[in-house]
């Protein structure tokens, strides 16, 4: 069974830290998606890395694909309070046929 | 605009009582799936279409019917809802059938069975 795990799973900081959260399987995965939702809404996707040792920027935010392609990371620096959010990451099962999500981070930042 | 929509976005019912939730794209998305989502648990698939009249079972269909006529469209169907049914729903599409593409995902739709 394929499993994906985040931790942490909360996580409560102050405007202007740095953060990482990790996404860890013992499975191999073809690629990993990073979502970001909201309270009442649905998730909405923020990027997807393919390639083993991959990292790609989005403005604050930086994602790792790890080199074996069974963990991934996001790293924000200088969180500001709009970060605020439940942060998922998700893979294809090996059937190609749904996305497996994590339980997902859920993240605070405070002015 | 590109979007998926849900109807409605809450709903409380009564054990037994037959419902429906309606799902759009106007993406001429593929694919479409369900999803659950509950506290401690994430989001997990209920049932997903690779396209018209193809539906298939994702990882807890047990309680729920799909139907899947037209392209655009991907109605969730409770015939009997029992109380453990009580969830935050999301209905998703991607262009293609394979999720590893971006998913759209609707508002979701909260659902209390009592």
């Known amino acids: 069974t394929q499993l994906l795990e985040q931790s942490p799973q909360f996580l409560s900081i102050q405007e202007g830290e740095n953060l990482t959260v990790y996404c860890n399987s013992s499975?191999?995965?073809?690629?990993l998606q990073w979502y970001r939702q909201e309270p009442g809404e649905g998730p909405v996707l923020l990027v997807t890395v393919v390639t083993g040792g991959e990292v790609k920027k989005l403005k604050r935010l930086t994602f790792q694909f790890g080199d074996a392609r069974k963990d991934s990371s996001l790293h924000i620096t200088a969180a500001q309070p709009g970060d605020t959010g439940l942060y998922l990451c998700a893979g294809p099962n090996q059937a190609g046929t749904a996305l497996i999500f994590g339980k997902g981070t859920t993240l605070s930042v405070s002015s | 605009e590109a979007q998926v929509t849900q109807n409605p976005r809450y709903l409380i019912t009564v054990t037994g009582k037959k419902l429906t939730v309606t799902c759009s794209q106007n993406?001429?998305?593929?694919?479409m799936s369900w999803y659950r989502q509950d506290p401690g648990l994430g989001l997990r698939q209920i049932y997903y279409?690779?396209?018209?009249?193809?539906?298939d079972k994702g990882d807890v269909p047990e309680g729920y019917k799909v139907s899947r006529k037209e392209k655009r469209n991907f109605p969730l169907i409770l015939e009997s809802p029992s109380p453990n049914q009580t969830s935050l729903y999301f209905c998703a599409s991607s262009l293609m059938s394979l999720p590893s593409h971006e998913q759209y995902f609707g508002p979701g739709t909260r659902l209390t069975v009592t």
């Open positions: 993406m001429n998305h593929e694919y």
């Open positions: 279409s690779m396209n018209v009249e193809v539906t």
């Open positions: 499975s191999v995965f073809s690629s």
